[in-house]
């Protein structure tokens, strides 16, 4: 465990990295992580088996694709995508959105491609 | 389990409520809550023996006192006060705040007293 005894700003972080769908780690409350994520174009349709997710727009906006139908996301807006429900983050310009999951959460999910990544601390 | 298979936004969740010091649950991932609550004055000192918990600064600003020091938040700042940390939550102003913290967590930690609520969903 890193132990992060200090406040944490938001925009400061983001400030610190560029890449588009590779997480960043900023926090954990006990089991959860909080994570960082500039988003930009269209990710693969996934599902967590086990994890829940939240994705909280803090900057841009953010479509989340679900078999039965898109949810979109403004600034302020969060949804959890329960576990197991298929979805796929799509943003037509970059967004910036904050995700809470459980540690043992794949950006892919169920799968493991070319656009799996291991989130680290930042 | 409430199932929340909805977007859901902050500001109009804040603006369902008025009492200060009584966390209202807007969503859930694992064992997580995601609550709101509107902070004015001085709260008690407690902790929680088991809870790591999360205070996200929506609107306003919010000092946690800590017995080794303080730590100023404002707006996009978040802090976690580590399991077993005393702490006290101070806010000048009325503050908006998110928290993240496991569904055991009672807002007042180790102590039952006047200022202990039961979070209800909004």
Known sequence: ????MQKINIAQ????FSGYWSP???GEINDPYVKLVKLKGE???HSHEKEDELFLVVKGKLVIKLRDGDIELNEGDFFVVPKGVEHMPVADEEAHVLLL??????????L???RTVEAEWI
């Open 112 to 114: 493991r491609n070319e």
């Open 13 to 16: 972080k983001f400030g610190l």
């Open 43 to 45: 990710f693969v349709w």
């Open 24 to 26: 960043k780690i900023v």
């Open 1 to 4: 465990m890193v132990f992060h």
């Open 101 to 110: 999951e459980p540690k043992t959460t794949l950006n892919t999910g169920n």
